[in-house]
């Protein structure tokens, strides 16, 4: 496909942001060709049930009650299910994938409509699936034709998780607490946390290596530095620490004075001379209101 797999920020359908994979063409195909065996399976067995209760059945008939149960199997169903299911497919459910919107919302009737219309006019039926894998490959996300048009793309859910970096140091616990981290960027702070989780894995050299340029780069922008021995995994891990602890503290606080705000009674009106209430002569101004 065309995504490089990397981790996207996508809020899913219930409504929780999630760093979730886009599924690769493998996985898709292997979907897809379990949803077609199922589909064929029970196409099969309603043309036998209907070949032996009506075996008699007049030619022009039959082939109009073939057309309406392929259009069924091939159409309806598969839309059905996908809108019922939040985009999950015998297939997707089975390899855990699903198909969002662009936006990371539940798809609703018409994304599964217009996929599963383009999945028999222009990926797989008409163009043998030729379609489907060059937009695929094409696409930066992955998708295929239908996915283009009604504006989804597939999913994977069920990702390995990986353990958090080293927790701080306790011995360093009080010298993190006075860290300027201002100048500290999000990409610098990625690649730290990603060298401790991955660094139980790495050779020794490399690790003490990396690990030393990392702590250096960070260093430039940190301060005060640490303290002296303090080893390149342990000064990062105490930075990253203290990072993390200094933004849920903010977003806590944040939820604390938007709820205390909420709680607050506007203050009364006092009455007007001739004792009428000012409050309902008063009238929105509009426009954006500059938060407290």
């Given at each position: 496909m065309g995504q490089t797999g990397g981790?996207?920020?996508?809020?899913?359908?219930?409504?929780?942001?999630?760093?979730?994979?886009?599924?690769?063409?493998?996985s898709r195909v292997l979907s897809i060709a379990i949803d077609v065996a199922i589909y064929a399976g029970c196409g099969l067995a309603l043309f036998g049930i209907a070949n032996a209760v009506v075996p008699a059945l007049d030619p022009a008939l039959a082939t109009a009650l073939g057309l309406v149960v392929t259009i069924t199997l091939l159409v309806?169903?598969?839309?059905t299910i996908e809108t019922l299911?939040?985009?999950?497919?015998?297939?997707?459910?089975?390899?855990?994938?699903?198909?969002?919107?662009?936006?990371?919302?539940?798809?609703?009737?018409r994304h599964a409509l217009v996929r599963a219309l383009s999945g028999v006019f222009a990926d797989f039926v008409v163009?043998?699936?030729v379609g489907a894998i060059f937009c695929s490959l094409l696409n930066e996300r992955g998708k295929r034709i239908g996915d283009v048009l009604a504006g989804t793309v597939v999913l994977r859910e069920r990702i390995p998780s990986?353990?958090?970096?080293?927790?701080?140091?306790?011995?360093l616990a009080g010298w993190a607490r006075t860290l300027e981290l201002a100048r500290l960027p999000n990409d610098l702070a990625l690649n730290a946390r990603n060298y401790l989780?991955?660094?139980?894995?790495?050779?020794p050299a490399v690790r003490d290596d990396l690990g030393a340029r990392l702590a250096d780069q960070v260093a430039s922008v940190v301060t005060p530095p640490p303290p002296?021995?303090?080893?390149?995994?342990?000064?990062?891990?105490?930075?990253?620490?203290?990072?993390?602890?200094?933004?849920?503290?903010?977003?806590s606080g944040q939820a604390t004075t938007r709820v205390s705000h909420e709680a607050t009674p506007p203050p009364a009106q006092?009455?007007?001379?001739?004792?009428?209430d000012q409050s309902s002569h008063q009238r929105p101004t509009g426009g954006f209101a500059p938060p407290r």
């Open positions: 981790m996207n920020d996508v809020v899913t359908g219930e409504a929780v942001p999630l760093e979730l994979r886009l599924a690769k063409l493998p309806a169903v598969p839309a299911t939040g985009g999950r497919s015998a297939g997707k459910y089975a390899l855990g994938l699903r198909v969002v919107r662009d936006d990371g919302g539940p798809i609703r009737a163009t043998l699936g990986l353990p958090g970096p080293p927790a701080v140091p306790p011995e989780i991955r660094a139980p894995q790495m050779a002296p021995g303090v080893p390149a995994w342990a000064y990062l891990a105490a930075v990253l620490g203290e990072r993390g602890r200094r933004e849920i503290e903010r977003m006092p009455p007007s001379v001739d004792g009428s």
